[in-house]
């Protein structure tokens, strides 16, 4: 129960300042973040990243609960995303390729 308490405060908290964090300037209306949630720890426990908008396309990274996917809204194509780098495993990284949304908590 304080493990579960204390991911969801850093999960607030990281929702709150990685934004700040990453841009020192204002957001443009189409700019968002993504915030992996939701994955089952249990299963792969993974979000590929790929080169195009489908599965058939090959992996290209992997992101997991926690980590955030910067992306441009107007570059989506239904559910799937083009990310424009973020923060992976605690490290910022330019990371680019697209994702499948369903595991998403979107932020501006």
């Not at 579960?4 to 973040?33: D, H, K, M, Y």
């Not at 058939?56 to 990310?83: I, S, Y």
Request: net charge positive; with cysteine; proline share 6%.
């Amino acid at each position: 129960m304080k493990a579960q308490f204390l991911r969801r405060s850093i999960a607030c908290i990281a929702l709150a300042v990685l934004p700040t964090l990453i841009t020192a300037q204002a957001a443009e209306p189409w700019e968002a973040g993504c915030m992996i949630r939701g994955l089952d720890p249990n299963g792969d426990g993974f979000l590929s990243i790929r080169r195009g908008p489908g599965t058939q396309h090959p992996e290209v990274a992997r992101a997991r609960n926690d980590d955030a996917l910067f992306l441009d809204m107007r570059k989506c194509r239904g559910k799937w995303c083009f990310a424009e780098g973020g923060v992976i495993g605690k490290r910022q990284t330019n990371v680019t390729g697209w994702f499948y949304t369903a595991w998403c908590e979107f932020y501006p």
